[in-house]
């Protein structure tokens, strides 16, 4: 009977497990349904919101006209009953006021409609993201330099301003902590009544990162374009001339400078406090006036410079204090002084230039420099270079000395230069080469080369599109005259 009960209480107690985990068993399909379900029903709304997004999207834009066939006779009036993402266009004729652009609309001129500003203030200001502003003759800003009074102040982000012609101006374009934004083929005028020191700057960057800047010209500004503070843009194929600097750099870094025309400037390029630039195919060509030069360097580590131009100017290029920079297939001719160097400029390296008619080809400020002269036994190409090559190698079999004691003493005491010219001191500069008695600077090209390295000018083939660029024809057939002069001198060499 005991084992009767045992059994029938250890049945009962069998069975009331099997039930307990059916039960369990149950509840947990039942969890798992409730959040199957629940994420299916997140999913389904997810992807109802995206199909609205993209029917709101894929909506047309309207069209708002102004002038006198358009709906709107106030461009202003336009752009405030605009729609975000709508294009506001403006006909032919001369409108006058300033313009906020607070929402996002394209502003689009036909027929090259004129935007006359108040005169006080900037003409157009863009507040809001993703604007486009083309097609407009932009003039008669304000001329306030505190207040960037400019033809357009962007204060926003991944904007497009093109195709627009901006004169009677402060600042042509002023990009006040704006990023990410395209400007291209602008032309900007600016004041040439006024001492350059009182004009703006034909483009203004101040910390603003990652935009490009292409096929727009400048002139008659205080600088073409100027950054500070504003890393990771990309200038290519701009042409400034007739100003102070074409450009005007300071305290930015991993910028892209190619295919840039700076000329007829009192100084071609600044390049002050920044790291990593690169310089590619630019030309700074017949900078000249007071302390002129191609280009400048101060206070710079680790940039590129490779085929550019730097071609007629009083100093070719200036470095103080430059740093781990190459120099590699730059054409520098016809300047007076090829090269300005202080000392404190390390560790750059020369290799496979172009040194052609300098009257001087460095200057060193100091005793000595760390700078390098060739690069895997490849030296530069000097015009004055008077040595041989016996086994036919392309490099001279005796070292250059690329500075002589006159050009020591001129580095040091620039006062005189005066001298340097006399008939003595020529004979004595020829003596000094052929019996070397007087102790000059140590600094020699290991390995020059016998004939020029060959270069494509850019700018030979362009044909100017505005007035303002017909003087580039006469530039383009200086570095023409240039280049046939480096082959014929080339060969010639080549036959001895």
Same mark, same amino acid.
């Given at each position: 009977?005991?084992? @009767? $009960?045992?059994?029938?209480?250890?049945? +009962?107690?069998?069975?009331?497990?099997?039930?307990?985990?059916? +039960?369990?068993?149950? $509840?947990?399909?039942? *969890?798992?349904?409730?959040?199957?379900?629940?994420?299916?029903?997140?999913?389904?709304?997810?992807?109802?919101?995206?199909?609205?997004?993209?029917?709101?999207?894929?909506?047309?834009? &309207?069209?708002?006209?102004?002038?006198?066939?358009?709906?709107?006779?106030?461009?202003?009036?336009?752009?405030?009953?605009?729609?975000?993402?709508?294009?506001?266009?403006?006909?032919?004729?001369? #409108?006058?006021?300033?313009?906020?652009?607070?929402?996002?609309?394209?502003?689009?001129?036909?027929?090259?409609?004129?935007?006359?500003?108040?005169?006080? =203030? +900037?003409?157009?200001?863009?507040? &809001?993201?993703?604007?486009?502003?083309?097609?407009?003759?932009?003039?008669?800003?304000?001329?306030?330099?505190?207040?960037?009074?400019?033809?357009?102040?962007?204060?926003?982000?991944?904007?497009?301003?093109?195709?627009?012609?901006?004169?009677?101006?402060?600042?042509?374009?002023?990009? #006040?902590?704006?990023?990410?934004?395209?400007?291209?083929?602008?032309?900007?005028?600016?004041?040439?009544?006024?001492?350059? =020191?009182?004009?703006?700057?034909?483009?203004?960057?101040?910390?603003?990162?990652?935009?490009?800047?292409? @096929?727009?010209?400048?002139?008659? $500004?205080?600088?073409? %374009? #100027?950054?500070?503070?504003?890393?990771?843009?990309?200038?290519?194929?701009?042409?400034?001339?007739?100003?102070?600097?074409?450009?005007?750099?300071?305290?930015?870094?991993?910028?892209?400078?190619?295919?840039?025309?700076?000329?007829? *400037?009192?100084?071609?390029?600044?390049?002050? !406090?920044?790291?990593?630039?690169?310089?590619?195919?630019?030309?700074?060509?017949?900078?000249?006036?007071?302390?002129?030069?191609?280009?400048?360097?101060?206070?710079?580590? $680790?940039? %590129?410079?490779?085929?550019?131009?730097?071609?007629?100017?009083?100093?070719?290029?200036?470095?103080?204090?430059?740093?781990?920079?190459?120099?590699?297939?730059?054409?520098?001719?016809?300047? @007076?002084?090829?090269?300005?160097?202080?000392?404190?400029?390390?560790?750059?390296?020369?290799?496979?230039?172009?040194?052609?008619?300098?009257?001087?080809?460095?200057?060193?400020?100091?005793?000595?420099?760390?700078?390098?002269?060739?690069? *895997?036994?490849? =030296?530069?190409?000097?015009? @004055?270079?008077?040595? #041989?090559?016996? *086994?036919?190698?392309?490099?001279?079999?005796?070292?250059?000395?690329?500075?002589?004691?006159?050009?020591?003493?001129?580095?040091?005491?620039?006062?005189?230069?005066? !001298?340097?010219? +006399?008939?003595?001191?020529?004979?004595? &500069?020829?003596?000094?080469?052929?019996?070397?008695?007087?102790?000059?600077?140590?600094?020699?090209?290991?390995?020059?080369?016998?004939?020029?390295?060959?270069?494509?000018?850019?700018?030979?083939?362009?044909?100017?599109?505005?007035?303002?660029?017909?003087?580039?024809?006469?530039?383009?057939?200086?570095?023409?005259?240039?280049?046939?002069?480096?082959?014929?001198?080339?060969?010639?060499?080549?036959?001895?």
């Amino acid at each position: 009977m005991f084992m @009767d $009960e045992h059994e029938s209480f250890a049945c +009962s107690l069998s069975a009331f497990s099997e039930l307990r985990g059916s +039960s369990f068993k149950a $509840e947990k399909r039942a *969890n798992t349904t409730s959040r199957v379900y629940k994420l299916f029903a997140a999913t389904r709304l997810f992807f109802l919101v995206v199909v609205v997004l993209v029917i709101v999207n894929a909506a047309p834009a &309207a069209t708002l006209t102004v002038g006198q066939a358009g709906s709107f006779s106030s461009i202003q009036a336009a752009i405030n009953a605009a729609g975000a993402g709508d294009i506001v266009q403006v006909q032919a004729g001369t #409108y006058t006021g300033n313009l906020i652009l607070n929402k996002q609309i394209v502003l689009e001129g036909i027929n090259r409609p004129v935007l006359r500003g108040e005169g006080t =203030g +900037s003409v157009i200001t863009v507040l &809001a993201d993703r604007c486009t502003v083309k097609g407009f003759i932009i003039e008669h800003s304000g001329g306030d330099l505190t207040r960037e009074d400019s033809g357009i102040l962007l204060k926003s982000n991944r904007n497009v301003i093109e195709d627009n012609e901006l004169r009677d101006i402060l600042y042509g374009i002023y990009l #006040y902590g704006s990023a990410g934004n395209t400007l291209r083929r602008n032309h900007v005028q600016g004041r040439p009544e006024l001492d350059s =020191g009182a004009r703006g700057a034909g483009l203004h960057l101040w910390n603003s990162p990652d935009n490009n800047i292409e @096929d727009n010209s400048i002139t008659e $500004e205080r600088d073409g %374009i #100027y950054v500070q503070s504003s890393h990771g843009n990309q200038i290519r194929r701009n042409r400034v001339t007739k100003l102070r600097y074409g450009l005007h750099y300071m305290s930015s870094d991993r910028n892209v400078f190619e295919d840039n025309l700076f000329s007829n *400037n009192i100084a071609g390029a600044a390049i002050m !406090y920044s790291n990593k630039i690169e310089l590619r195919r630019n030309a700074f060509v017949h900078n000249r006036g007071f302390s002129s030069f191609g280009i400048l360097f101060q206070e710079c580590n $680790e940039l %590129i410079a490779e085929e550019n131009f730097i071609v007629d100017n009083a100093t070719g290029i200036f470095m103080e204090a430059l740093r781990k920079t190459t120099f590699r297939r730059n054409a520098i001719a016809n300047n @007076d002084v090829a090269l300005h160097m202080f000392s404190n400029s390390d560790a750059n390296v020369f290799t496979e230039n172009n040194f052609v008619d300098n009257l001087s080809p460095l200057q060193l400020v100091g005793k000595s420099t760390t700078s390098r002269w060739s690069e *895997n036994g490849r =030296g530069n190409f000097w015009s @004055d270079y008077d040595g #041989y090559d016996l *086994n036919e190698d392309g490099r001279g079999d005796v070292p250059l000395k690329i500075q002589n004691v006159f050009q020591y003493l001129e580095g040091n005491h620039p006062r005189l230069r005066l !001298y340097f010219d +006399s008939a003595a001191a020529r004979a004595m &500069a020829v003596a000094e080469r052929t019996f070397p008695i007087l102790k000059g600077s140590p600094i020699v090209d290991e390995a020059p080369l016998m004939k020029p390295v060959l270069l494509h000018y850019p700018f030979a083939e362009e044909t100017p599109a505005r007035s303002a660029h017909h003087g580039l024809t006469a530039v383009s057939l200086l570095i023409l005259t240039g280049a046939t002069t480096l082959m014929w001198k080339g060969k010639r060499l080549k036959r001895r």
